[in-house]
Nanobody, 124 residues
Framework: QVQLVESGGGLVQAGGSLRLSCAAS????????MGWLRQAPGKEREFVAA????????RYADSVKGRFTISRDNAKNTVYLQMNSLKPEDTALYYC?????????????????WGQGTQVTVSS
């Protein structure tokens, strides 16, 4: 099992920034692809960003490319999502997720392990 705990969500004005963190415990964190997915009320779950176990490979949804940056610190068992130039359409519950295949996150929008989610609200 991998336990994931997100933090860093909140309310921000459009154009502002937030940094989400996800602390992992349990099985070896560095073995997993890590990602962020989000879900807004009444909408399907959406892939946001993913990062390989080494951190050398990253993937982003087109809607966040150039604005969001995913990173990880394997020594701290933590993955981050830096969100800049936030827009009202970024408002959602953001989930940290772990998977042994990147396609599980990016294409299937599923995961082997999930965090509880952290709310991001962007006001116009």
């Amino acid at each position: 099992q991998v336990q994931l705990v997100e933090s860093g969500g909140g309310l921000v004005q459009a154009g502002g920034s937030l940094r989400l963190s996800c602390a992992a415990s349990g099985r070896t964190f560095s073995n997993y692809y890590m990602g962020w997915l989000r879900q807004a009320p009444g909408k399907e779950r959406e892939f946001v960003a993913a990062i390989s176990s080494s951190g050398r490979i990253t993937r982003y949804a087109d809607s966040v490319k150039g604005r969001f940056t995913i990173s990880r610190d394997n020594a701290k068992n933590t993955v981050y999502l830096q969100m800049n130039s936030l827009k009202p359409e970024d408002t959602a519950l953001y989930y940290c997720a772990a998977a042994d295949r990147i396609a599980t996150l990016t294409t299937q929008r599923e995961a082997d392990f999930w965090g509880q989610g952290t709310q991001v609200t962007v006001s116009s």
